[in-house]
């Protein structure tokens, strides 16, 4: 069956544009979280979404907001670039949330460079 | 809080070699789970293992080896004769159960132990 895929795999933008990133989790996934991964930072937890509804949020200014769609499928949007917005966006699906039995899947990620 | 702390940010081994990556956690909770993942060059987080707190037995898979020890708070991960495929950056992560009795699928990651194997 398909994995996760994350849209599009590399994004170039400029500091103030807006971006928005794309997921589609596996199928039958209802969970679906992003991370960022920085080489300073390491990998961090922005979000989670379970049935349409942001059940958990890391420590990301408000800039980073995301959504889910009846479908699963995932958006988040990073509004203002700044220099530091440049990472590795890591979007991962499982089958349920609450059911820590399961582990999360994750997509190759998009690389968001800002200029 | 939650912390993973992964001692190791590089280890460079010859094939064949038996290599252990190191992870410690911390946690108040005493429902968790532990997680190791595998982040080749392409970027994709590849699972490896999940184990959660109640669950102390050592597991075995091929050449990976896992040794949980609560009394240590430590999650360690053994490669037995390593191979150049197993060069990539390997993450140790944990999640913990949350107040709803699950409801926090959070992951919070080491920052990752870069693993070469030369050939």
């Known amino acids: 069956k398909a994995g996760v895929t994350q849209t599009p795999r590399y994004l170039i933008k400029t500091r103030g544009q807006q971006v928005t990133l794309s997921c589609s989790p596996i199928s039958g996934h209802r969970s679906v979280s992003w991370y960022q991964q920085t080489p300073g930072q390491g990998l961090q937890f922005l979000f989670e979404?379970?049935?349409?509804?942001?059940?958990n949020k890391g420590n990301f200014p408000g800039r980073f907001s995301g959504r889910q769609f009846s479908n699963s499928r995932s958006e988040m949007n990073v509004s203002t670039l700044e220099l530091g917005d440049s990472a590795l966006y890591l979007c991962?699906?499982?089958?349920?949330?609450?059911?820590?039995?399961?582990?999360?899947?994750f997509g190759q990620g998009t690389r968001l460079t800002v200029v | 809080a939650q912390k993973v702390t992964q001692a190791q940010t590089e280890i460079s081994v010859v094939e064949k070699e038996d290599v252990t990556l190191d992870c410690v956690y911390e946690t108040r909770d005493t429902t968790y789970y532990l997680f190791w993942y595998k982040q080749p060059p392409s970027g994709e987080l590849v699972f490896l293992i999940r184990?959660?707190?109640?669950?102390?037995q050592n597991e075995i898979s091929g050449r990976y080896s896992w040794n949980f020890q609560k009394s240590t708070s430590s999650f360690n991960f053994t490669i037995t004769a390593s191979q150049v495929v197993d060069s990539a950056v390997y993450f140790c992560a944990l999640s913990e159960a949350g107040n709803s009795g699950g409801s926090n699928y959070k992951l919070t990651f080491g920052k990752g132990t870069l693993l070469t194997v030369n050939p």
């Open positions: 979404y379970f049935s349409e509804t942001q059940r």
């Open positions: 991962a699906s499982s089958l349920a949330l609450g059911t820590l039995n399961t582990e999360a899947f």
């Open positions: 184990r959660n707190s109640f669950d102390e």
